[in-house]
């Protein structure tokens, strides 16, 4: 019977044990992570980084990108709490000045109204509510296929062919920019 209460005592005590060594050793891979990531901002090579933290080449690869990665969930949380924090004080800014806005002076109203389109346009940019539809390299792409336009109907006869190979290119910008294939066919039929 006593044999029996040493192995329960004894498996509770591994066990503690076990505890304290994994959050040693979750310790110990943070810092390693660290190091490598440290490392590599350093300039070295990923095989350098295993010789230099008694690693796995493998490990050392891992150990950046883990690193990368929590950078990048850090930086996107911490740019998320700002954001937050800019909300909140252009709300703040939009209560005060309400009541300027509800009030009689008009040389005061029509300001507060200014700066409350401003604060408004400002919390818009904020929230991404004007993104731009087009980004600069579909307008470029729109650009050159108008001019491909108007040098295949300068330079081809048959009108037929033409309207084919424009056909065609409006059908591929469709897919990229559904607005820029009617640019596109403006400029065909102006140039037309």
Do not use: C, F
Request: hydrophobic share 40%; net charge positive.
């Amino acid at each position: 019977m006593p044999r029996k209460k040493k192995k329960a005592k004894r498996g509770r005590a591994t066990r503690k044990r076990g505890i304290a060594n994994r959050a040693g050793h979750d310790a110990l891979v943070v810092e390693r992570r660290s190091s490598a990531l440290r490392l590599r901002i350093g300039g070295a090579r990923y095989r350098q980084i295993a010789t230099e933290l008694n690693v796995s080449l493998d490990t050392a690869w891992h150990d950046v990108q883990d690193s990368i990665a929590e950078t990048n969930a850090l930086s996107t949380e911490h740019a998320e709490e700002l954001r937050a924090v800019e909300l909140e004080r252009l709300d703040r800014y939009l209560r005060g000045l309400q009541d300027v806005i509800a009030g009689t002076n008009s040389t005061l109203k029509l300001r507060a109204i200014e700066i409350a389109v401003h604060v408004s346009a400002r919390r818009a940019k904020l929230l991404g509510l004007d993104a731009q539809q087009t980004a600069p390299a579909i307008e470029e792409i729109l650009r050159t296929a108008t001019e491909i336009v108007h040098i295949i109907q300068s330079e081809i006869q048959d009108q037929r062919i033409v309207d084919a190979i424009i056909e065609r290119i409006t059908s591929r910008m469709e897919r990229l920019a559904p607005s820029g294939t009617r640019v596109l066919q403006a400029a065909v039929i102006d140039h037309g």
